[in-house]
Nanobody, 119 residues
């Protein structure tokens, strides 16, 4: 069993920064891909940033140039550095790990961490 635990959320003023972390525990292994999603009240969950097994990253247009995703060498922990935060970044941020292992797909989610940006 794999658990993903997010941390680093909180309340920040517009223009400020936060760094989110997502650490895996349990029967961990090198994940194929990891990502951060977010869900604001009344909106669908959306991809914020993702990283592949090869280390390629992709970002939502709304966060490009402001957010940076990084990963540790073990490929079990990811970080999301969020700078120049805007009120519209307010959401619950979720960590995701997905891929295929021993021919079986997996898709793990964390419980989420709240990020609130005040204007």
């Amino acid at each position: 069993q794999v658990q993903l635990v997010e941390s680093g959320g909180g309340l920040v003023q517009a223009g400020g920064s936060l760094r989110l972390a997502c650490a895996a525990s349990g029967s961990i292994f090198r994940f194929n891909a990891m990502a951060w999603y977010r869900q604001a009240p009344g909106k669908q969950r959306e991809l914020v940033a993702g990283i592949t097994a090869a280390g390629d990253t992709n970002y939502a247009d709304s966060v490009k140039g402001r957010f940076t995703l990084s990963r540790d060498r073990a490929k079990t922990t990811v970080y999301l550095q969020m700078n120049s935060l805007k009120p519209e970044d307010t959401a619950v941020y979720y960590c995701n790990a997905n891929g295929v292992r021993f021919s079986s797909p997996y898709d793990y989610w964390g419980q989420g961490t709240q990020v609130t940006v005040s204007s």
